[in-house]
T-cell receptor, first 111, second 115 residues
Framework: QKEVEQNSGPLSVPEGAIASLNCTYS??????FFWYRQYSGKSPELIMF????GDKEDGRFTAQLNKASQYVSLLIRDSQPSDSATYLC???????????FGAGTRLFVKA | GAVVSQHPSRVICKSGTSVKIECRSL??????MFWYRQFPKQSLMLMAT?????????EQGVEKDKFLINHASLTLSTLTVTSAHPEDSSFYIC???????????FGNGTRLTVT
């Protein structure tokens, strides 16, 4: 069974700190990796995608991918209370068709 | 771009009735759409994969006769919850990718309450 594992949290960080969210996946053939943010009562929204090993930065967000370790992470710099949400790690399986979601990590940013 | 519209956003119905939820891709063609269900404080659960012009593929444990899916065009998929019961009350979300290995674009979800 293909799986995506995340620490459910909650992860609590003070405003202005760096929040680090981690994810591991089981399908070694996966090529596409995503981070979605879901506010309570809302549907998920895409915040980052990464396809190659290394870092990808977009504003305050940095996604990191290590395919050898089957590990994906998301760093949020200068965390704001508005970043408080559940962050879902998602991986597309080897076939390139089905998205597998982790259970999500709840992040709380304290003002 | 890549907008998915879902209606209604909220519906309350009586036990035993049926409810139809529509999911439209507004600016791209979606040969495949995915339907999810999410209970409070739980993770997304994939219910089924909707395929344009063919039968939907249901995940294990999801009753296909209860959750009817129709994907008659490249921009519209519908989910009908038949003979709804209070335990069907949940947040239903549709999504669609723009292609293989691409991210999912989600509708805003439908909050169903069955009384």
């Amino acid at each position: 069974q293909k799986e995506v594992e995340q620490n459910s949290g909650p992860l609590s960080v003070p405003e202005g700190a760096i929040a680090s969210l981690n994810c591991t996946y089981s399908d070694r053939g996966s090529q596409s990796f995503f981070w979605y943010r879901q506010y309570s009562g809302k549907s998920p929204e895409l915040i980052m995608f990464i396809y190659s090993n290394g870092d990808k930065e977009d504003g305050r967000f940095t996604a990191q991918l290590n395919k050898a370790s089957q590990y994906v992470s998301l760093l949020i710099r200068d965390s704001q209370p508005s970043d408080s949400a559940t962050y879902l790690c998602a991986v597309i399986d080897t076939g390139g068709f089905k998205t597998i979601f982790g259970a999500g990590t709840r992040l709380f940013v304290k003002a | 771009g890549a907008v998915v519209s879902q209606h209604p956003s909220r519906v309350i119905c009586k036990s035993g009735t049926s409810v139809k939820i529509e999911c439209r891709s507004l600016d791209f063609q979606a040969t495949t759409m995915f339907w999810y269900r999410q209970f409070p404080k739980q993770s997304l659960m994939l219910m089924a994969t909707s395929n344009e012009g063919s039968k939907a593929t249901y995940e294990q444990g999801v009753e296909k006769d209860k959750f009817l899916i129709n994907h008659a065009s490249l921009t519209l998929s519908t989910l009908t919850v038949t003979s709804a019961h209070p335990e069907d009350s949940s947040f239903y979300i549709c999504s669609a990718p723009t292609g293989d290995n691409s991210p999912l674009h989600f509708g805003n979800g439908t909050r169903l309450t069955v009384t």
